[in-house]
């Protein structure tokens, strides 16, 4: 993966445990443009690699602006970020990838968000008004001083669309999820990034009104802890070598093939990315990421090495 070297031009301290990082080019090469929706991979001090999902309008040229969640029980990504980054720190960065594209030209689009949520959801709901496409956004947070991005929210352009629910605010304006996605038209598109929690609520009462799959776009920012106990071995095969690979019970297959001097790229290493995603050629994978759709895992033709493992005692991989 090509990598950017960006220098930290402004920091700003967003709301309470949020910072905004205002990332541009290092050299003189420009950075390439994104789309609504997009994330890159930050390489953070200490060697972690952190997705940090792109909150400032794609038609700002040369910055990118990410939001970081300080998280004092996250894996250090956050905490290195909040720690250790200030302006003028150089960094690496992969170029945008977006595996939660909004689609324009929908008739409407509803936006959900759940504290830092808030990043992917505040660019499309810029790129919505600028193209003056209906839209309304609802961001949830715990209290007001947990609300990022408040001065933009509050710009001329988004105030209008924009609700804030507060869990410590009064019961009339916090947000009844299973009321509003059942009064929506059908042409709308809905739109959720948050805590699990959050998301799984939205997703479950979309579900339920009978929002098509087609018309529910969502994106994880951490994924469910993937306990390895009571887990079988298996191996896998490397089809372009032939060679069988044993996946220990307490290992990842990823961990495995590591250890066995086979590099899979990996970022997030708990299957929300998709930067692991490899193909496979036999055998039935037990998918347990948050980043291949349904129909994907139906397929049984590709997984996330990173965290998923396997129904059968051999996978062959496409590797």
């Known amino acids: 993966m090509t990598l950017l070297q960006v220098r930290v031009a402004a920091r700003r301290q967003e709301a309470q445990d949020i910072c905004s990082f205002d990332l541009v080019a290092a050299g003189a090469a420009a950075l390439p443009g994104f789309s609504p929706g997009a994330h890159v991979d930050v390489h953070v001090p200490g060697g972690l690699v952190r997705q940090y999902s792109l909150w400032n309008d794609p038609t700002e040229q040369g910055i990118y602006r990410i939001g970081v969640l300080k998280e004092p029980n996250g894996r250090g990504g956050s905490r290195a970020m909040h720690e250790a980054v200030e302006i003028g720190t150089l960094l690496q960065v992969s170029a945008p990838r977006n595996q939660f594209a909004l689609n324009e030209s929908a008739g409407s689009s509803l936006l959900l968000a759940g504290g830092i949520g808030i990043t992917p959801i505040l660019c499309m709901a810029q790129a919505l008004a600028r193209r003056e496409r209906a839209f309304s956004l609802h961001y949830c947070t715990r209290s007001r001083d947990r609300a990022a991005f408040l001065e933009r929210l509050y710009a001329a352009d988004l105030a209008g669309s924009v609700h804030l629910h507060f869990d410590d605010g009064p019961a009339s304006q916090r947000l009844d999820i299973d009321a509003l996605l059942q009064r929506q038209d059908p042409a709308t598109h809905l739109y959720v990034c948050g805590p699990k929690g959050f998301m799984d609520a939205v997703l479950d009462a979309a579900k339920k009104s009978g929002w098509p799959d087609d018309r529910v776009h969502y994106e994880f920012f951490r994924a469910d802890p993937v306990h390895l106990e009571g887990d079988a071995p298996f191996e896998v095969r490397l089809a372009r070598s032939g060679r069988i690979v044993a996946i220990p019970a307490d290992r990842t297959v990823t961990q495995a093939l590591a250890e066995a001097g086979v590099d899979v790229p990996t970022s997030c290493e708990q299957g929300i990315c998709g930067t692991c995603v490899t193909p496979v050629l036999e055998g039935t994978p037990d998918h347990r990421d948050s980043y291949l759709m349904p129909d994907e895992h139906a397929a049984?033709?590709?997984?996330?090495?990173?965290?998923?493992?396997?129904?059968?005692?051999?996978?062959?991989?496409d590797l």
């Open 300 to 317: 049984n033709d590709c997984f996330t090495p990173c965290c998923s493992r396997s129904r059968s005692p051999l996978l062959v991989l």
